[in-house]
C-alpha cells in the first residue's frame, strides 16, 4: 500500500504549483545578498533551491523527509545542478554541520516553520540558522497567518483537486490543549471508492508576534512584515505571513 508520505512527495508540486511571486521575491533577495550562499531549510521537493541554484547561488537545502529530499535529489540532477541536500531536522545543530558563517540568506517557506512544534524547537531552529547567516545576511520565513485563525477551533481549507494523479488533497487545522495544533492532511481518489491516505502532524499555530520574537531573540531584526508573496501590507485576514529578518 502507498503511503501518505510517498503519495504526497509525488504530487506536492501538482498540489502547491510554483508561484511567480515567490521566485520573484527570492530572486530579489538572491541578487542583493551579501555572500553568495543559501540555505533553504525544510526544502520539499527542492523547487526553490531549483531557482537559486539556477540564479548563481551555492545553495545548501535540508527537509527531514527522505523521499521529499530524493524528489529534489532527482529534481536538482535532471536541472544538471550540484546542490548540498541534506536529510535532518531543522532544530538539531548537526543538520548545519560545516556550513560555517558564510551564508548570504536563508528561507523557510510553504509554512513549514510550523513543525518546530515541541518546546524550544523553534528557537533552536532559528538560532541554528541566524548562527549561519553573515552580517546583512537575510531570512525569509512564510507560514500561514495564523493571526486568522486565532480563536477557531478547527479550520478546513478549500480542496484541492489534483486531476493529473486523480486525486483531491484535503487539509484541515484542529486546535489541541497547550497551543498546538493537530494538522490533518488526506489524499482522496477523486473517482471516489479508491484508499484515502491519510497523516497527521502536530503544529505550532505560530502568530506574527511569536515569529518576530522568536527572530530577535536569536539576535535577527526583522526588516519587513508581509501578508503574501506580493509583498502587500500584513494584516490579521491576510493569507499568509512572511517576515524578511537580517542578522
Ligand atoms: C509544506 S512542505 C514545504 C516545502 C517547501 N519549503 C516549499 O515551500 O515548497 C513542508 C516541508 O517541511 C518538512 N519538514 C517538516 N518538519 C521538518 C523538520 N523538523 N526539519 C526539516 N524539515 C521538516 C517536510 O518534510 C516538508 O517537506
Given at each position: 500500500?502507498?503511503?501518505?508520505?510517498?503519495?504526497?512527495?509525488?504530487?506536492?508540486?501538482?498540489?502547491?504549483?510554483?508561484?511567480?511571486?515567490?521566485?520573484?521575491?527570492?530572486?530579489?533577495?538572491?541578487?542583493?545578498?551579501p555572500?553568495?550562499?543559501?540555505?533553504?531549510?525544510?526544502?520539499?521537493?527542492?523547487?526553490?533551491?531549483?531557482?537559486?541554484?539556477l540564479?548563481?547561488?551555492?545553495?545548501?537545502?535540508i527537509?527531514?523527509?527522505p523521499?521529499?529530499?530524493?524528489?529534489?535529489?532527482?529534481?536538482?540532477?535532471?536541472?544538471?545542478l550540484?546542490?548540498d541536500?541534506?536529510l535532518?531536522d531543522?532544530s538539531?545543530?548537526?543538520?548545519y554541520r560545516?556550513l560555517?558563517?558564510?551564508?548570504?540568506?536563508?528561507?523557510?517557506?510553504?509554512?513549514?516553520?510550523?513543525?518546530?512544534?515541541a518546546?524550544?524547537?523553534?528557537?533552536?531552529?532559528i538560532?541554528?540558522?541566524?548562527?549561519?547567516?553573515?552580517?546583512?545576511?537575510?531570512?525569509?520565513?512564510?507560514?500561514?497567518n495564523?493571526?486568522?485563525?486565532?480563536?477557531?477551533?478547527?479550520?478546513?481549507?478549500?480542496?484541492?483537486?489534483?486531476?493529473?494523479?486523480g486525486l483531491?488533497?484535503?487539509?484541515?487545522?484542529?486546535?489541541?490543549?497547550g497551543?498546538?495544533?493537530?494538522?490533518?492532511?488526506?489524499?482522496?481518489?477523486d473517482?471516489?471508492?479508491?484508499?484515502?491516505?491519510?497523516a497527521?502532524?502536530?503544529?505550532?499555530?505560530?502568530?506574527?508576534?511569536?515569529?518576530?520574537s522568536?527572530?530577535?531573540?536569536?539576535?535577527?531584526?526583522?526588516?519587513?512584515?508581509?501578508g503574501?508573496?506580493?509583498?502587500?501590507p500584513?494584516?490579521?485576514?491576510?493569507?499568509?505571513?512572511?517576515?524578511?529578518?537580517?542578522?
Open positions: 500500500m502507498t503511503s501518505f508520505e510517498t503519495a504526497f512527495s509525488r504530487v506536492y508540486d501538482a498540489i502547491f504549483p510554483p508561484r511567480p511571486s515567490v521566485q520573484a521575491l527570492l530572486g530579489d533577495l538572491a541578487d542583493r545578498a555572500a553568495p550562499r543559501w540555505l533553504d531549510v525544510a526544502c520539499g521537493t527542492g523547487r526553490h533551491a531549483i531557482f537559486l541554484a540564479r548563481g547561488m551555492r545553495v545548501t537545502a527537509d527531514l523527509d523521499l521529499m529530499i530524493r524528489q529534489a535529489r532527482r529534481a536538482a540532477q535532471r536541472a544538471g550540484s546542490i541536500l541534506r535532518g531543522m538539531r545543530s548537526e543538520t560545516g560555517g558563517r558564510r551564508i548570504g540568506g536563508a528561507s523557510c517557506l510553504g509554512n513549514s516553520l510550523v513543525y518546530a512544534a518546546p524550544g524547537d523553534l528557537e533552536r531552529t538560532g541554528h540558522i541566524a548562527a549561519c547567516l553573515v552580517d546583512g545576511g537575510c531570512f525569509l520565513v512564510q507560514v500561514v495564523f493571526d486568522h485563525f486565532a480563536d477557531r477551533p478547527s479550520y478546513a481549507f478549500p480542496p484541492i483537486p489534483v486531476p493529473s494523479a483531491i488533497f484535503r487539509r484541515r487545522y484542529e486546535r489541541l490543549e497551543g498546538v495544533l493537530a494538522f490533518h492532511l488526506e489524499l482522496d481518489s473517482a471516489g471508492g479508491g484508499e484515502t491516505l491519510k497527521t502532524h502536530l503544529i505550532r499555530p505560530l502568530t506574527l508576534a511569536d515569529l518576530e522568536a527572530l530577535e531573540a536569536a539576535g535577527m531584526t526583522v526588516r519587513e512584515r508581509w503574501d508573496f506580493d509583498r502587500r500584513w494584516s490579521a485576514e491576510a493569507p499568509a505571513t512572511v517576515v524578511l529578518a537580517a542578522r
